[in-house]
Nanobody
Framework: QVQLVESGGGLVQAGGSLRLSCAAS????????MGWYRQAPGKQRELVAR???????DYADTVKGRFTISRDNAKNTVYLQMNSLKPEDTAVYYC?????????WGQGTQVTVSS
């Protein structure tokens, strides 16, 4: 099992910034990729950004140029730096990890962007 603990959510005004952190523990050997998804009320969960064990990154079109994903392998932690936040970024953000064919999720952290 892999345990994921998120932190860093909160309330911010439009144009502001937040940094989310996700610390992984447990059986973290062979984690292929980690990333962030979000789910707004009444909408499906969607990919925000992900980073592979080799460092390749992938972003949703809606956040390109504003969000940056990074990882600290020594700390088994992945970060999501969110700049120029918009009200439409409001959602619960979930950390995700994929190990071989298994998927693991954090409990989520609320991000609210006021206009």
């Amino acid at each position: 099992q892999v345990q994921l603990v998120e932190s860093g959510g909160g309330l911010v005004q439009a144009g502001g910034s937040l940094r989310l952190s996700c610390a992984a523990s447990g059986i973290i050997f062979n984690i292929n990729a980690m990333g962030w998804y979000r789910q707004a009320p009444g909408k499906q969960r969607e990919l925000v950004a992900r980073i592979t064990s080799g460092g390749s990154t992938d972003y949703a079109d809606t956040v390109k140029g504003r969000f940056t994903i990074s990882r600290d392998n020594a700390k088994n932690t992945v970060y999501l730096q969110m700049n120029s936040l918009k009200p439409e970024d409001t959602a619960v953000y979930y950390c995700h990890a994929r190990r071989v064919t298994s998927n693991f999720w954090g409990q989520g952290t609320q991000v609210t962007v006021s206009s």
